[in-house]
């Protein structure tokens, strides 16, 4: 059996061959927007053709085979380069764990799922293995110069392997990495464009941590920034804003799909307040709030019309129950009125 469809390239190495081209204005001439001048001002990343191909196959695929609805993942941190030849670079808070959680429990509920994830951050399946000990080692033991699976871990690990066979042999999770923003919004960008054919039965879940500000490959220095580059011992950074996508993603990119975002505050008090001023902007479905402390308990539906916690309680925690257990299927009722809705 072949694993799980994943593409065989790296993201988190830098492109070391873009030189930087001094020609390209920093503010292209008015009249466009801040995304159109984003795209016509930064390069696409070289492998996208390749991942183009690859998901326009899983689509193709399961429109002719299976007929499941689709859903696009992001999970994990962006990270902004400081330098061309990336030794620096500015991360985002993000583990993986929302999004690896959630592509398992839309794939239990019949989805077909692409998931396009910081490299190296958690995976379906292999999350319950790669973070949780010290070693993967430490899930084995010998027996007679035999290497077997720990007994205390075998009922879940069965569990755990039989879930992911099956993802493989139906074909339904495409793993597409990331690592910088730009990767980021050009694999998004290509990705929405694919699903367009789609219709409603399309569905994004953006969980991922994207990088507010960067450094426009215009200003971004080639090499590694020295020391002597301080004034008085400081080093000065300017970013700049990263152009808001979604509108693009929800009135252009994939049009007539539904949209999760979410939205990760600090204070309870303004959660709620922007996560409406976030479906005002972008007049998308559903935001989900969550706080950075309380994330893996409790979280937060705002819709135009309405708002709700879903809340573990203390003996679920202590149960580990897992909150996407109980925010998939309700993200999906959603889908399904949002199919009833508008029909393709
Ligand atoms: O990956 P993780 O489980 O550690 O964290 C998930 C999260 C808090 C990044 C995610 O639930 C989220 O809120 N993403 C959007 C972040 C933002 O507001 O940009």
Same mark, same amino acid.
């Given at each position: 059996?072949?694993?799980?469809?994943?593409?065989?390239?790296?993201?988190?190495?830098?492109?070391?061959?873009?030189?930087?081209?001094?020609?390209?204005?920093?503010?292209?001439?008015?009249?466009?927007?801040?995304?159109?001048?984003?795209?016509?001002?930064?390069?696409?990343?070289?492998?996208?053709?390749?991942?183009?191909?690859?998901?326009?196959?899983?689509?193709?695929?399961?429109?002719?085979?299976?007929?499941?609805?689709?859903?696009?993942?992001?999970?994990?941190?962006?990270?902004?380069?400081?330098?061309?030849?990336?030794?620096?670079?500015?991360?985002?808070?993000?583990?993986?764990?929302?999004?690896?959680?959630?592509?398992?429990?839309?794939?239990?509920?019949?989805?077909?799922?692409?998931?396009?994830?910081?490299?190296?951050?958690?995976?379906?399946?292999?999350?319950?293995?790669?973070?949780?000990?010290?070693? %993967?080692? =430490?899930?084995?033991?010998?027996?007679?110069?035999?290497?077997?699976?720990?007994?205390?871990?075998?009922?879940?690990?069965?569990?755990?392997?039989?879930?992911?066979?099956?993802?493989?042999?139906?074909?339904?999770?495409?793993?597409?990495?990331?690592?910088?923003?730009?990767?980021?919004?050009?694999?998004?960008?290509?990705?929405?464009?694919?699903?367009?054919?789609?219709?409603?039965?399309?569905? %994004?879940?953006?969980?991922?941590?994207?990088?507010?500000? %960067?450094?426009?490959?215009?200003?971004?220095?080639?090499?590694?920034?020295?020391?002597?580059?301080?004034? =008085?011992?400081?080093?000065?950074?300017?970013?700049?804003?990263?152009?808001? %996508?979604?509108?693009?993603?929800?009135?252009?990119?994939?049009?007539?799909?539904?949209?999760?975002?979410?939205?990760?505050?600090?204070?309870?008090?303004?959660?709620?307040?922007?996560?409406?001023?976030?479906?005002?902007?972008?007049?998308?479905?559903?935001?989900?709030?969550?706080?950075?402390?309380?994330?893996?308990?409790?979280?937060?539906?705002?819709?135009?019309?309405?708002?709700?916690?879903?809340?573990?309680?203390?003996?679920?925690?202590?149960?580990?129950?897992?909150?996407?257990?109980?925010?998939?299927?309700?993200?999906?009722?959603?889908?399904?009125?949002?199919?009833?809705?508008?029909?393709?």
């Amino acid at each position: 059996m072949s694993p799980i469809h994943q593409v065989q390239f790296h993201t988190s190495f830098p492109d070391t061959s873009a030189a930087i081209d001094r020609r390209i204005p920093e503010f292209a001439p008015a009249h466009i927007s801040d995304e159109d001048k984003y795209f016509r001002n930064h390069e696409p990343p070289a492998y996208l053709p390749e991942i183009e191909k690859e998901i326009e196959q899983f689509i193709q695929f399961h429109k002719e085979n299976t007929n499941r609805r689709i859903v696009l993942v992001t999970s994990g941190g962006t990270t902004v380069p400081l330098e061309n030849n990336t030794v620096r670079f500015i991360d985002n808070f993000s583990a993986g764990t929302r999004g690896a959680t959630s592509a398992e429990y839309f794939l239990e509920n019949g989805y077909a799922v692409i998931f396009l994830h910081r490299e190296y951050s958690l995976l379906p399946y292999s999350r319950h293995y790669s973070h949780s000990t010290n070693c %993967f080692l =430490d899930f084995m033991t010998e027996n007679n110069g035999k290497i077997e699976i720990n007994s205390k871990y075998t009922e879940e690990m069965l569990l755990v392997l039989r879930k992911y066979n099956q993802a493989q042999a139906n074909n339904t999770l495409l793993l597409i990495p990331f690592t910088t923003v730009n990767q980021y919004l050009y694999t998004l960008k290509s990705a929405a464009e694919k699903m367009h054919v789609l219709g409603s039965t399309a569905l %994004f879940y953006l969980a991922a941590a994207v990088s507010d500000f %960067f450094i426009p490959k215009s200003r971004l220095s080639e090499h590694k920034i020295q020391s002597s580059a301080t004034v =008085d011992g400081q080093l000065q950074i300017n970013l700049s804003q990263v152009p808001k %996508f979604l509108s693009r993603l929800v009135d252009n990119w994939a049009q007539g799909a539904m949209f999760v975002s979410f939205k990760l505050e600090t204070d309870s008090n303004i959660l709620i307040q922007k996560a409406t001023t976030a479906l005002e902007r972008y007049h998308h479905q559903l935001v989900i709030g969550n706080l950075l402390q309380t994330r893996k308990n409790e979280v937060v539906f705002v819709t135009p019309n309405d708002s709700h916690w879903i809340k573990l309680t203390e003996d679920e925690i202590k149960d580990h129950i897992e909150i996407e257990s109980r925010m998939i299927p309700e993200v999906i009722k959603h889908h399904s009125e949002w199919i009833t809705q508008h029909p393709n």
